[in-house]
């Protein structure tokens, strides 16, 4: 219970104190479109051993979310879609702050290599806005001069598909369907409020007008005066003249309605994935001296035919790799070889007593020292499972004899780590 809650402490004491990492794309985030792929380097090593803060640019006047998903690349080339499962799959939201995304990544397993993939998701800027609301319009314009759809009372579906249309004919990727369907209905609303159904209507009619004095000029042309013609030709390019005059003034109030800033929140734009390839975890964790441990335990000395002895030891405990104590022993990565190493121990002690031996008469083996060799299996970051030999001298029984015995009496228990103390040390450090 103890570790948990001083893990839990470090982190909150620590918050203020974490490295920072800026990632730097290969091209502005809002110039990537949905399903394709960019690709970023960090300025600088990720950190193990500790959480750290990964920032990425945002470009002027553009809001944005993202979500950053971080894996160990386990030997494997790394793909856009992190895998389903697997361990330290860690998924993360970035949220602006300032003129960056920002998010806090979980700490990292030491000399492992890992895989990083951002699916940012924007808000449009003003200037990327007022080009996606002219494209749309210039669709709507279109479309709307019909007496049926002026007015538009369900016509939201129109501005959305416009919408999606204006999207990729600028690039911007493609928007979340449901707030394409939120902008579509707030740009419909500004729409019927505004001047575009009458100008709508007198493109119509404009037109219609047009269309009819055209089709009588046709019909009865050569049978009319010389001025009777010219005057109706006048009539159908005056005619022409006004719903062309309408019809700017409809694209102008279609703009209006799509370039506003009520419109402009509603529209989220799925971009990227952007993709960092595999980058290498730093082999240095908190604890400056993780190959070589100090350790104390107890264990009992299983003598033959006898009750187990209860030994107390201290000594160092040596591993083969520098051990994590950051990632969860379940949440290790790496080969099979290798998250056994994080787990496996030598170590090398002394017994504080002789063992005793119901009968018999012992004495330190070396000196004044009873020697021990155990291997270690860790159950938790600090505790672990021992098994070994402490060798002491037996003496002969006989009065008469002063002769001894170096035996290997066998040890199981349980020993810790003192690697605690560096994390108090953690702790304490301003």
Not at 98 to 108: F, Q
Not at 212 to 233: K, N
Not at 286 to 294: E, G, I, S
Request: net charge negative; proline share 7%; hydrophobic share 45%.
């Amino acid at each position: 219970m103890l570790t948990p809650l001083l893990l839990l402490s470090f982190g909150l004491n620590d918050a203020t104190a974490a490295t920072t990492v800026r990632l730097v794309l290969d091209r502005p985030l809002d110039t990537i479109p949905a399903g394709s792929s960019a690709v970023a380097l960090p300025d600088g090593p990720l950190p193990s051993g500790e959480e750290f803060i990964l920032t990425v640019d945002l470009p002027t006047g553009v809001a944005a979310t993202a979500a950053l998903s971080v894996w160990p690349a386990q030997g494997q080339p790394c793909a856009a879609a992190p895998p389903a499962e697997g361990p330290q799959r860690h998924t993360i939201g970035m949220a602006p702050d300032g003129d960056v995304l920002s998010g806090r990544v979980p700490a990292l397993q030491v000399g492992q290599t890992y895989c990083l993939s951002l699916a940012p998701r924007l808000i449009l800027g003003e200037e990327a806005m007022t080009r996606l609301a002219e494209q749309a319009a210039a669709e709507l314009t279109l479309r709307l001069p019909d007496a049926r759809s002026c007015d538009l009372d369900s016509g939201w579906t129109h501005f959305a598909k416009a919408l999606s249309g204006a999207l990729g004919a600028v690039g911007l990727g493609a928007a979340d369907a449901s707030t394409l369907e939120a902008a579509a209905r707030e740009a419909q609303s500004r729409y019927r409020r505004g001047p575009g159904p009458e100008a709508c209507a007198a493109v119509v009619t404009s037109q219609g007008e047009a269309q009819a004095l055209q089709s009588i000029l046709d019909a009865e042309g050569a049978r009319l005066s010389a001025a009777d013609r010219a005057s109706m030709t006048q009539d159908v390019l005056s005619a022409l003249q006004t719903a062309q005059t309408q019809s700017s003034a409809l694209s102008d109030a279609l703009t209006d309605a799509l370039d506003a800033a009520s419109v402009r929140q509603r529209i989220v734009v799925a971009t990227g994935p952007v993709t960092l390839g595999a980058q290498t975890a730093t082999a240095a964790t908190r604890d400056a001296v993780n190959f070589a441990v100090p350790a104390a335990g107890v264990s009992f000395a299983l003598w033959p035919d006898q009750s187990p002895a209860m030994v107390g030891w201290g000594g160092v405990s040596f591993y083969s790799t520098a051990v994590d104590r950051d990632v969860p022993l379940n949440e290790l990565a790496g080969a099979p070889g290798d998250v056994l190493r994080q787990r496996l121990s030598l170590t090398l002690g002394v017994a504080r007593a002789t063992p005793a031996l119901p009968g018999y008469t012992t004495t330190p083996a070396l000196g004044g020292l009873s020697p021990l060799v155990a291997g270690g299996l860790r159950l938790t970051h600090y505790a672990q499972l021992t098994a070994g030999a402490v060798f002491v001298r037996v003496e002969d029984p006989n009065p008469a004899s002063a002769a001894s015995d170096l035996h290997a009496a066998p040890l199981v228990g349980l020993s810790v780590d003192l690697a605690l103390v560096s994390l108090f040390q953690t702790l304490q450090t301003p």
